[in-house]
């Protein structure tokens, strides 16, 4: 169970990009997280993991406060979060067998993680992993030979290595095509449900989060201002979150207009 | 068809010419009007006496005339030298590129704290002050002649150079390779040997390849001044008046040269 209470990010003297933010996650659901660029959703995630420094505010892991964490106490914490990013962020010239068990990195010994000396049980939950998501024939391959969606998948197996109580995705599928990327969305959401894992995913594909997830957060602002059943997001909350986007009219008039002018110099 | 000609192409006959590079003319006229001046003064206050080069270039051609054809005889000396310079070279750059790793890192503004960042570039700017042959001299100074002296400049000549451009290119790497290590809970030393190191390794083995290289140009220069290796036996050659082996040696250099720099470069091509 996630726990952040009253949450703020501030850079510098800056508007806070979280204000006074409340959030509780809980057993093994999928949740969304939309808002328009800048309104803070990457922050939120990355206070999680601590990637990014919270200014104030608790944020509770299964009871245990992430917040205030410094040092091995906080890679102890991480090793219990997965995240998975937008851009893979693959080690691109390791191998992909290489790349999964980096997941496993802050349980190993320097030398084992030199060396690549990782335990049985680390292999063999590799192989294991590999094998759901469909990858496994790549394990000798160098990860920058895989395309998008292959990448993705390994991407998520390293997260999953690390036997995370909850993982993060931090839009995911954004560099994906729409294909590739509901694939990787119903993988999330099948193995969030296989493994009884909360999953949080930030998403500028409304669809998408209406498909996939059984909840969904908006946000605005650095606030939360929707959070509901994805069958409750209508076009007000769209609208809310997404704030006055223009009627769709206005574009379909461009390519008009610029008929016009060019029959005008032609003539 | 022919084109389509709109109201754009009616008005014709504008000039357009390129920005000058300095927009301002005073300065732009200012920098032409002191070059020629400095240029004059320089040509016309040097010491360039005309009588003694018309004397030289006899003793020059005498010189060249001497080294022809050039003589192998002494081959098992050239080898020698050659061996040691060679020796020499490779150590260095084993040891140089050693202890450039770790300089390196503490040189990257992005992995090291500032303070150990500043140690970091303090030791590139020490070993990259001095030119080898300065180096060299105080070597041979403080451990006396011979390929010691040469090996310890060559490795300081190359942390300065390798360190640098490896520092460099750890400043330029793809963050979020770290970033990710860092949300599986990684420590300082596992980031760098998943996140940072195999990001830097293809400019790595192209610098030690492009530093042996420089090493071996750099071995026959600080052997002049006594450091050991191919220089030495240059040295000696001319010092002997003995014009057709120094040649030789020169040949052996050049071919030595052209056979490592296309060795390096098919190495540096074949890694990526």
């Known amino acids: ?267 | 068809m022919t084109g389509v000609r709109t109201a754009a192409d009616a008005q014709s006959g504008r000039v357009w010419k390129k920005p000058p590079f300095i927009a301002n003319p005073w300065i732009r006229y200012g920098l032409i009007a002191i070059a020629m001046t400095y240029l004059y003064w320089a040509f016309s206050t040097l010491p360039f006496n005309w009588e003694r080069v018309s004397e030289g270039l006899p003793r020059a051609a005498r010189i060249f005339g001497g080294a022809f054809p050039p003589s192998f005889e002494r081959g098992d000396l050239l080898w020698t030298g050659f061996k040691e310079s060679f020796q020499i070279a490779f150590l260095a750059t084993l040891m140089g590129v050693g202890l450039s790793v770790p300089i390196a890192v503490m040189a990257a503004k992005n992995v090291a704290p500032l303070p150990v960042y500043l140690l970091g570039r303090a030791l590139i700017v020490i070993s990259r002050s001095f030119h080898p042959v300065i180096v060299a001299i105080l070597f041979v100074a403080a451990v006396g002649f011979g390929p010691l002296a040469g090996i310890l400049t060559l490795t300081l000549y190359s942390i300065g150079f390798v360190a640098k451009l490896l520092a460099e290119e750890i400043e330029e790497i793809d963050w979020g390779q770290v970033e990710a290590m860092r949300s599986v809970g990684a420590g300082y030393f596992k980031i760098l040997i998943y996140g940072v190191f195999p990001q830097i390794v293809p400019r790595q083995i192209g610098l030690s390849m492009y530093q042996l290289d420089s090493n071996l140009r750099a071995s026959a220069v600080v052997g002049i001044v006594g450091a050991g290796g191919i220089g030495g036996t240059l040295m000696n050659a001319f010092g002997r008046y003995d014009y057709a082996f120094a040649f030789a040696i020169l040949l052996m250099i050049i071919g030595i040269i052209l056979v490592s720099e296309g060795f390096s470069g098919w190495v540096r091509k074949k890694v990526w």
């Open chain 1, 1 to 267: 169970m996630l726990e952040i209470t009253s949450l703020v990010k501030r850079y510098g003297n800056n508007d806070p990009v979280l204000e006074d933010l409340d959030l509780t996650v809980d057993g093994s659901s999928v949740v969304a997280i939309v808002g328009a660029s800048g309104a803070g959703k990457s922050t939120l995630l990355r206070c999680i993991n601590r990637l990014v420094e919270p200014t104030s505010g608790s944020i509770r892991l299964n009871g245990h406060e992430l917040v205030d964490l410094r040092g091995s106490a906080l890679r102890h914490s991480r090793r219990r979060i997965g995240m998975v990013f937008q851009g893979f962020n693959l080690i691109d010239r390791l191998t992909v067998m290489e790349n999964v068990l980096s997941g496993r990195l802050g349980y190993v010994s320097l030398f084992q993680a030199l060396t690549r000396r990782f335990p049985q049980t680390d292999i063999d939950r590799a192989f294991n992993l590999m094998e759901r998501v469909g990858i496994a024939h790549y394990a000798d391959k160098r990860a920058d030979q895989l395309s998008g969606g292959e990448r993705q998948r390994v991407a998520v197996v390293r997260a999953l290595m690390q036997e995370p109580q909850i993982l993060l995705a931090d839009e995911p599928t954004a560099s994906l095509d729409p294909k590739t990327s509901q694939q990787i969305m119903s993988l999330l959401q099948s193995l969030a449900s296989e493994m009884s894992l909360p999953v949080l995913i930030n998403i500028h594909n409304v669809t998408q989060a209406r498909m996939y997830t059984d909840r969904i957060v908006g946000m605005r602002h650095g606030q939360m201002i929707f959070d509901g059943a994805p069958k409750d997001f209508n076009q007000d909350a769209l609208d809310a979150v997404y704030g006055g986007i223009e009627s769709p009219e206005e574009d379909s008039d461009e390519p008009g207009k610029q008929a016009s002018q060019t029959q005008e110099a032609s003539a």
